[in-house]
């Protein structure tokens, strides 16, 4: 993880049209690097991703990224009643690389089947999206991210609704595309998935701590991210969150 930062984000501050609804966000995450995005429902995780997508202008701060970027949706989102493939929902990333009025040709059919193979579904690119699995739409998702040669891949809860092997299957993709040099921003509510990843940005409306999960995910910083007390599970010894103000309910 050497070189100019892939992503570099200072004093952003984004909203609306009305008040800012996330301020005071820094940080920068290099090639290669795999950054947790922690935080409560409403505490800027999607929109510091609109931002670095480019749908949300910044109302202070700046927001760069190096190279082309990519997201990749909540599969749970993702309409299944459309008659697609695998095939037709990689090839979706070639549309903004065409001319409005041409047609995917094939070269682009080879690069999304290239990158059906990359994410373990070659086999599967005529199936219909929607009757795949969670998991399988998920790296479809991928697959189309990658057809758009995306150096910045932002995760949208990629693991919400997957089971624990396809969980294992994913996070071994994503190591393979970080060590292919790619950076990765993954927005997520699981501590334990953030704690295996490089870095760890908590947000609650604002910046509340930036970097290495040993460092950033501690009792103090995690309650001031999710507004509630932690607590250790007694099975296990995990942490987790009640919501703030618990003992009023």
């Known amino acids: 993880m050497t070189g100019d930062p892939a992503v570099q984000v200072t004093r952003l501050a984004a909203g609306y049209g009305g008040p800012p609804v996330l301020v005071d966000v820094t940080f920068a995450a290099r090639p290669g690097e795999r950054v947790a995005v922690l935080g409560p429902n409403g505490g800027g995780k999607s929109t510091l991703f609109r931002v670095l997508l480019g749908d949300l202008p910044a109302a202070r701060g700046t927001a760069e990224l190096l190279g082309r970027r990519g997201t990749v949706p909540q599969t749970e989102r993702s309409r299944l009643d459309f008659p697609v ?16 009025w041409k047609r995917p040709g094939r070269d682009e059919h080879r690069r999304a089947r290239d990158a059906l193979a990359v994410v373990g579904l070659g086999d599967l690119a005529g199936a219909s999206f929607g009757e795949l699995s969670g998991g399988q739409r998920q790296r479809v998702l991928v697959a189309r991210a990658l057809v758009q040669e995306a150096d910045v891949l932002l995760l949208d809860e990629p693991f919400s609704g997957v089971d624990e092997p396809t969980a294992r299957q994913l996070e071994a993709l994503f190591d393979r595309l970080a060590a292919e040099g790619r950076t990765l921003l993954m927005a997520t509510h699981d ?23 040993d460092a950033v995910l501690t009792r103090e910083v995690l309650e001031a991210t ?11 010894g995990e942490e987790a969150v009640l919501p703030a103000h618990h003992h009023e309910h």
Not at 226 to 236: F, M, N, S
């Open 191 to 213: 501590l334990e998935q953030a704690r295996a990843w490089d870095r760890v940005l908590c947000l609650n409306r604002r910046q509340i701590a930036f970097g290495p999960p």
């Open 85 to 100: 493939s695998a095939l037709d929902v990689a090839l979706m990333g070639t549309l903004s690389r065409l001319p409005w």
């Open 226 to 236: 999710y507004g509630g007390a932690v607590v250790t599970l007694p099975e296990g």
